[in-house]
């Protein structure tokens, strides 16, 4: 039976560094994508999610369990995102990654996906990710935490620090600078619409 | 909310966009899209937008990010101990197939540097190793089964001869001889353990210079075929890109002309 975050928690503080580990494991791959997203380096998002976890397995006597693991990692991870855009005085630059092997990624897909279709994914992508350049801090990070992390409304809130109506007065903004974007770049219409 | 919703409540298209909405206020705005088809055609751009936004994912890095402890027992109770975090080691992202090639290859470059030599002969199979030349005493040896003379044979007699007197004259003088004798050993026994160490330590750094040097080529030589892959097919799907706009085109203009 695969232990629950709160039961690794536990035994992490009794002193078990392995189940934090497992945490680590589990919680890695979110922490990095939420950082690349919002700074956009793969390199410094990779130091982002390190300092993360570093810092989480230092604070953990200090977790008293009111939040879900996850949102206080969460936290941890947006905070150290603010630091570095601070810090660089930069806005976040969107990078694609390099050396994208659409042979090995059609592969990956399988029978269904074929180039052609990957080919302009990956342009889409691209688009996108320019896009989200566009758009001020917090509508960015709202976007990326409903978007791509599932969060509720009131979990945004309560991460970036301001009322529900604002998170979702950031979110329709945000969209609606990307719309914009994506229409100037002829982008109109995608495979399937949806509105959950 | 109010009974009834207004274009302007953005809040509300949001969640409703979300399906975070309860159902009254779901009802609401489904009633106000129904009559309202800038509302409709917004809601619509909107979903649009966030199915685009789908398509956008980060690179596939490599994390595999490890708690380790640091002098870890004798920290405190309740404390975690400092503690760093690394990345997976690079070989663990290696795959088991490039592992022994990458293995045979060391093998095979350890087994040239080093000049392995198997010889089959009376003796049975001699490994040798090491670049040093046989002694110059070989050719002689060579030549010793061809001269069956005379002569030969008495110059090994002579040999003999030497031989058994030198053997009397040292058990004559055994003490002093045999103690300069283990001197000598001594000396050459410690000279020829240094000549194999730094002979060792010279194979050793040859042997790594050529593994990352092997190394490099090869990660360049793969970074280079990957970049012509993606131009090829970066500038055949732009091609494509610009040929399904101009098809859109021809056909949105194909249905909107009005017969002649």
Not at chain 1, 178 to 191: I, V, W, Y
């Amino acid at each position: 039976m695969v232990a629950t975050d709160e039961e690794l928690v536990a035994r992490s503080m009794a002193g078990d560094a392995e189940s934090f580990n497992q945490l680590v494991l589990r919680w890695e791959r979110p922490i990095y994508a939420l950082a690349y997203r919002v700074i956009g380096r793969d390199e410094d998002a990779r130091d982002v999610a390190q300092e993360t976890f570093l810092r989480a397995f230092r604070a953990l006597p200090g977790f008293k369990g009111q939040a879900k693991f996850s949102s206080w990692l969460y936290r941890i991870a947006l905070n150290l995102c603010r630091d570095w855009i601070r810090r660089k005085k930069r806005t976040p630059v969107v990078e694609m990654p390099e050396d994208v092997d659409f042979i090995e990624m059609a592969a990956d897909q399988g029978p269904v996906e074929s180039i052609e279709d990957l080919v302009a994914r990956n342009e889409m992508s691209r688009i996108v990710a320019e896009g989200m350049k566009l758009l001020p801090d917090e509508q960015r990070t709202a976007i990326v935490l409903k978007e791509y992390h599932g969060l509720t409304f009131q979990e945004i809130a309560d991460l970036q620090g301001c009322p529900l109506s604002t998170v979702k007065t950031r979110l329709y903004q945000g969209l609606s600078v990307l719309r914009k974007h994506l229409e100037s770049q002829g982008m109109t219409s995608f495979a399937s619409g949806r509105t959950s | 909310m109010s009974l009834m919703f207004t274009c302007d409540d953005k809040a509300t298209l949001v969640a409703y966009l979300y399906n975070e909405i309860d159902a009254p206020d779901r009802q609401r705005v489904d009633d106000h899209l129904r009559q309202c088809a800038a509302c409709a055609a917004e809601v619509g751009a909107l979903a649009n937008v966030r199915t685009g936004l789908t398509q956008w994912a980060p690179p596939n890095a490599e994390l595999g990010f490890t708690i380790v402890r640091s002098g870890g027992s004798q920290q405190a109770a309740g404390a975690p101990p400092a503690a760093v975090l690394r990345p997976a080691q690079w070989w663990n992202t290696v795959p088991v197939w490039a592992q022994a090639v990458a293995a045979i290859l060391v093998l095979a470059v350890s087994a040239a540097i080093a000049n392995v030599q198997v010889k089959s002969g009376p003796d049975g199979l001699v490994v040798s190793t090491g670049w040093m030349t046989p002694a110059s005493a070989s050719p002689a040896a060579a030549v010793v089964p061809d001269a069956g003379s005379e002569q030969w044979r008495t110059a090994l007699i002579a040999l003999e001869s030497q031989l058994r007197e030198e053997i009397r004259a040292s058990r004559e003088t055994g003490v002093v001889r045999a103690a300069s004798r283990s001197e000598v050993d001594d000396v050459t026994v410690n000279r020829v353990r240094a000549l194999l160490e730094a002979s060792e330590t010279r194979q050793q750094r040859e042997l790594a210079l050529r593994v990352t040097q092997l190394a490099r080529d090869m990660d360049i030589q793969r970074r280079a075929d990957l970049l012509r892959v993606e131009q090829a097919i970066g500038h055949t799907g732009v091609e494509m890109l610009k040929q399904r706009q101009t098809l859109n085109y021809m056909i949105r203009a194909s249905t909107t002309t009005p017969p002649q």
